[in-house]
């Protein structure tokens, strides 16, 4: 199937006389008739549920749509975002290990591996993602054991040059990360360029509708687990009775050991309401994505010809320094998140957000809904503009997510708010 029927049918296929709509388990656990059946799921020798924190019939259909999304193997849910990166990292790191991520992550992301991450022993380099590989290849250790990046960086809107990276990474044997939220595997599937894990935050663009917080990982199935650097796949897990990951799960042992190991030990899992809520986005996600596409390249040629609009920053403007990797990784659209600096500073944003009747003011993106932030005056209104713009941030940057509403009155919301900035 094509992505759009995979965002239907994908997952959940309904016997005869079943439910049409994937079915809400509110269960947390399951009945067993003996012992034996439960020994074996213990023993990870049969596939099955018996508690909804490792595995619960309706967040294990989301996860095999995403997967098949994806193109992956498999995937795992978990309660947000921000647990699907730590669970990611966990999986595959342990103290003493390093990672190589690019620096125009997403905040949450960058402040996870930079300090606490630290604090469980792991050293991360963060590098300038438009290096050439000559410079990238410094950033390597022998103890690097990951490297990671974004497909549409939040909030810099940089493009990650995926299969560079990939390759780069497959060269010091270490597997690719991408975080793929923005760009969802509507408009790109990182795993087609060589990428070997995939994470989203599910509360972004799968859900669509600001309802329900989650995130989720997906295995590419494609890297080599036992080439040397991963003695917790190829040793024996004492907590399992000394199963070896990579011969009793092969090219899903990756993600079998997230599940059994970190879900097990951590519990950031995603509950079945929440499952359900994340499949009903998923189903009109391609139609979605290719609107809000649309209305923000529309909202960016607006402002990027506005007087009072200093730059704008979407990588689908041919002025955009990240255009040529766009169209390679995003030829279908760029998403709905843009960001312009208006002319006149602080004061200027803040007027502007004030201005605002269509458009919401929310410390959030990827909503139906379109929503603004003035960072200056919000999420970071604690620093002078000297420090703004040492984060790069500069005082009147406005970060805008494009909803689905007409453009028409949009553009006219944004047009009279900028005529009060």
Not at 121 to 147: S, Y
Not at 323 to 345: D, E, R, W
Not at 359 to 369: N, S
Request: charged share 20%; aromatic share 8%; hydrophobic share 40%.
């Amino acid at each position: 199937m094509r992505i759009e029927s995979k965002c239907i049918h994908s997952g959940y296929e309904p016997k005869s006389g079943e439910p049409c709509a994937l079915p809400i388990v509110q269960s947390t656990t399951f009945r067993y008739t003996s012992a034996a059946d439960v020994a074996a799921l213990f023993d990870l020798t049969k596939a099955g549920f018996f508690y909804s924190r490792l595995a619960n019939p309706t967040v294990d259909a989301m996860e095999k749509k995403i997967a098949d999304l994806e193109g992956g193997v498999a995937a795992l849910a978990t309660s947000s975002g921000q647990a699907a990166l730590f669970t990611a990292i966990a999986t595959i790191c342990r103290a003493g290990d390093h990672i190589v991520a690019s620096s125009t992550i997403y905040g949450g992301s960058f402040n996870l591996m930079a300090a606490n991450l630290r604090r469980f022993g792991m050293e991360v380099t963060f590098v300038d993602q438009t290096l050439p590989d000559e410079e990238l290849e410094k950033a390597f250790r022998p103890n690097t054991r990951l490297v990671m990046g974004e497909t549409l960086a939040n909030p810099a809107l940089t493009v990650f040059d995926i299969e560079r990276f990939a390759n780069l990474a497959h060269r010091h044997n270490v597997p690719l990360l991408v975080d793929n939220t923005f760009a969802t595997p509507a408009l790109c599937r990182p795993i087609d360029y060589g990428c070997d894990i995939v994470m989203h935050s599910t509360t972004k663009y799968m859900d669509g509708h600001a309802i329900q917080l989650g995130g989720v990982i997906v295995d590419s199935g494609r890297f080599n687990w036992a080439n040397g650097l991963y003695p917790e796949f190829t040793e024996p897990d004492p907590t399992y009775h000394g199963t070896v990951y990579t011969e009793a799960f092969g090219n899903l042992a990756y993600i079998v050991k997230a599940r059994v190991q970190i879900m097990r030990d951590f519990g950031c899992c995603q509950s079945a309401q929440g499952a359900f809520y994340t499949d009903l986005g998923l189903q009109t996600l391609p139609l979605r994505m290719e609107r809000y596409s649309a209305n923000a390249l529309a909202m960016a040629r607006f402002l990027e010809s506005h007087p009072k609009v200093e730059r704008v920053n979407y990588p689908g403007l041919p002025s955009s320094p990240e255009h040529a990797l766009a169209q390679k990784y995003l030829p279908n659209g760029c998403s709905g998140v843009t960001s312009f600096v208006l002319k006149g500073g602080r004061e200027a944003g803040a007027r502007f957000i004030d201005s605002v009747k269509l458009a919401t003011l929310e410390v959030h993106v990827a909503d139906i809904r379109t929503c603004t932030l003035h960072p200056a005056s919000s999420t970071h209104r604690q620093m002078t503009d000297e420090q703004l713009a040492e984060c790069g941030i500069e005082p009147g940057l406005i970060r805008l997510s494009v909803g689905l509403e007409n453009i028409d009155d949009l553009i006219e919301d944004i047009a009279q708010a900028l005529e009060n900035a």
